[in-house]
C-alpha cells in the first residue's frame, strides 16, 4: 500500500495556529518534492507551500511568513505549520508527493493524500 495519511486540520479563530503532518507509507519521502495544495469552494485548487529533495521551499505569497513547510526524513513525514490564520484560509487541504518538481507544483504529483478540512472562524 502507497499512502500519504494527513492529520492536523480542524476549526480555529483567526490568528491561530494548527500543523499538517503529511506521513507517507509505502514508499521513502527522500527522493519526492512535497507539496500542499488547497481548495476553497468555489475556487480552483492552489498550491501552498513546497519542499524539494535539496529542502528549497516556495511559499505562495498569500501564505508566506506565517507558513513553514519543513520534513522530517527519519519519520518519513512533511509537516505545514500555519500560524496567524486568517478566514481566507479556510479550505480542504492536501499533500501530494512527486519526484518532478515541475509536474508536483502544477498538480500533477505521483501520489496525494486525502483532503483535510481546515476551517477559520470566530
Known amino acids: 500500500q502507497v499512502q500519504l495519511v494527513v492529520f492536523g486540520g480542524g476549526l480555529v479563530q483567526p490568528g491561530g495556529s494548527l500543523r499538517l503532518s503529511c506521513a507517507a507509507s509505502g514508499f521513502t519521502l527522500d527522493y519526492y518534492g512535497i507539496g500542499w495544495f488547497r481548495q476553497a469552494p468555489g475556487k480552483e485548487r492552489e498550491g501552498v507551500s513546497y519542499i524539494s529533495r535539496r529542502d528549497n521551499t516556495f511559499y505562495a505569497d498569500s501564505v508566506k511568513g506565517r507558513f513553514t513547510i519543513s520534513r522530517d526524513n527519519a519519520k518519513n513525514t512533511v509537516y505545514l505549520a500555519m500560524n496567524s490564520l486568517k478566514l481566507e484560509d479556510t479550505a480542504v487541504y492536501y499533500c501530494?508527493?512527486?519526484?518532478?518538481?515541475?509536474?508536483?507544483?502544477?498538480?500533477?504529483?505521483?501520489?496525494w493524500g486525502q483532503g483535510t478540512q481546515v476551517t477559520v472562524s470566530s
Open positions: 501530494a508527493a512527486g519526484l518532478v518538481g515541475a509536474r508536483l507544483r502544477l498538480g500533477v504529483p505521483d501520489y
